[in-house]
Each structure stands twice: as structure tokens, then as C-alpha cells.
């Protein structure tokens, strides 16, 4: 049985949202599973995390299956994703991936927070190109996590239709499982 569907989930739309040469953004990048998956994607990546040792585990493990020119075109950045804003994008981004909650094998009381999600998903929106997506799994098996990811929730029903796609992928015999918020521009001709 697969433990992480949502995760596989995420990588489904990410694969087929992502071009070579696209922006993207991993704003939490956590033990760096999510920013390798899209660093082969052929995309510019920009990858960050507010702790360091996030940013050295992805490190390690980017330089461990990455080619030198895959490489290159990641940059790690020992960043809160609240401060997405201050990344040197040379273009709009084609997708913001957010893995919410705590570092995995990492202090369980350290973990992403309401007031800093909503901040950062807020400036996604407003950096997001042309046909962008951001792709949110939001935990709630912990308190921080249910909370984080009702508001979350809050704000991606209060976008307009007439500009947003908004899916949400729980499964619904797992009431504490983790979810997949999905959030498309739509491109106006």
C-alpha cells in the first residue's frame, strides 16, 4: 500500500504543468525529495527552506543524483517562503510547490506556520505568471497543520472563479490524512 499518495499526486500535475526551461519554486524544500523531482524536470528552480539543515540535506542530495548541469540550474536558499518576493526571478514562475508542516526525521515541534503560509501563498498568487499553478499539501494531523490548512482552504475559496482553478484532493476514509490543494491561473485570451 502506497504511503504517500498525495505526494505521487503532486508529482502527476507537477509533471505535466512543467516545461524545460519553466521557473519553479520548491518554497519548502525539506529533505530535498521535492526539488529533485522537479529539478528533472528540466525547469530553472529556485528551492528554499527556513532551516539550514533542510537546505544541506537537499544539497547532499541533489550533488548525490544530479548532474553538474542539472545543477546548475537549481538554486538553494536558506529562506523563509514567506519571503518568496525577494528571489531573483528572472520571469514569472510557472509553478510554487509548498510540502507544509515539519522537517521529516527533522524536531516535530518545528513547523510551518498559519501566519507565514498565508503571507507566502498570498505572494504566490501575485508573483505567479501567466498560466501558473501552486501546488499545496497541507498536513493536518497536527494541530498547527489542521489549522494552517483550514485557512489555506479559506483563502483558495475566495478566489475568483473567473480567474482561478481551485482543486482539493483529500481522501476521505483518512480524516487526518494529508490533502493536495491545487491552484491553476487561468489565461485570458
Known sequence: MNRAPHLELAKWYWARHLAPGDIAIDATCGNGYDTLFLAKTGSFLFSLDIQKAAVEKTKDLLSKNLKKEERKRVILCCLSHED?????????PRLIVYNL??????????????????????SALSILGKQGAISITCYPGHGEGRKEEEAILGLATSLPDCEWE????????RPLSPSLLWIARFTHS
Do not use: M, Q
Open 84 to 92: 518568496l518576493r525577494k528571489l531573483p526571478c528572472p520571469e514569472a
Open 101 to 122: 508542516g515539519y522537517l521529516p526525521g527533522g524536531d516535530k515541534r518545528l513547523t510551518t506556520k498559519t501566519e507565514t503560509t498565508l503571507a507566502s501563498v498570498a
Open 166 to 173: 481551485v482543486r482539493h484532493h483529500r481522501w476521505i476514509n
